[in-house]
């Protein structure tokens, strides 16, 4: 009995793992559509914002961009650090910075999010620049350049 829950212990701490890296490149392929989706909602927030465009669509835009960011904390798996990627090695090398800048994404994200709802433009600016800053910082220590 006792060598059938080691058996058993083994197998599904190894499954547990091997679920996390099992598919390296499909984990990359993901991860970049998500950062695609942001990239192409901020670019919409800044048509918005710089020409007037579409405004009633903003919060749409902004709540978007607070359930992506959500995401982006699970979109980095150990192992999914695969050469065809504009993630650099910092992200699983320096864990913890990484995850305080994901949480400056995820807090910004909100609070634009916050601010599109309020209807305030002053306010809206102010989160949008605190946005922007979370994305610069994230994509300074821890992206590639493309």
Known sequence: MTKVIRVLTFLLL???????TANPEGE?????GVMKSVGGHMTAIGMIMRQGIHTDALKFHADA????????????PEGSDVSRSEALPAIWEQAKAFQKATQRFIDASEAFAEAAGSGDQRAVGQALRGLGGSCK???DDFRAES
């Open 14 to 20: 190894s499954s547990a793992t091997t679920t996390a």
């Open 65 to 76: 961009m607070a359930s992506l960011a959500k995401q982006s904390k699970n979109i980095y």
């Open 28 to 32: 990359a392929r993901y991860r970049q």
């Open 137 to 139: 910082g994230c994509h």
